[in-house]
């Protein structure tokens, strides 16, 4: 398996409606995408958000890069002040999971 990971900061805009359009939208599409496991974003404070995107191959994470960035400028952009700060695909060396992640969590 491999991961996308993806760093940004909101710079304006409500993190509540940022948040809320990720899950409805982008969530929904990259799920679609060839090769797709899962895919989490985390809320760490202060505007910032990581995204996890997990593939069962690395070409599929590196596409998910480009549909990110996409995304972002063709969706968010208009409405978001949104900076991303770094961005990587890396083999999965270790995991492990709980029956819990098959459940969506929804904002």
């Given amino acids: ?16 409606d940022l948040l809320h359009l990720v899950d409805t939208d982008f969530a929904e599409s990259v799920q ?9 974003v985390l809320e760490c404070g202060n505007g910032e958000l990581i995204t996890i995107t997990t593939f069962k191959d690395r070409r599929s994470a590196e596409a998910s890069m480009e549909v990110a960035a996409d995304w972002v400028r063709d969706t968010l952009a208009r409405r978001f002040d949104l900076a991303r700060l770094e961005g990587f695909v890396g083999e ?4 492990r999971a709980s029956e819990d992640v098959t459940v969506p969590a929804r904002y």
Avoid: H, T
């Fill in 32 to 40: 679609e995408m060839d090769g797709f496991v899962e895919y989490q």
């Fill in 1 to 16: 398996m491999f991961a996308s990971v993806r760093r940004y900061r909101l710079e304006s805009g409500s993190i509540d």
């Fill in 92 to 95: 999965v060396a270790v995991s």
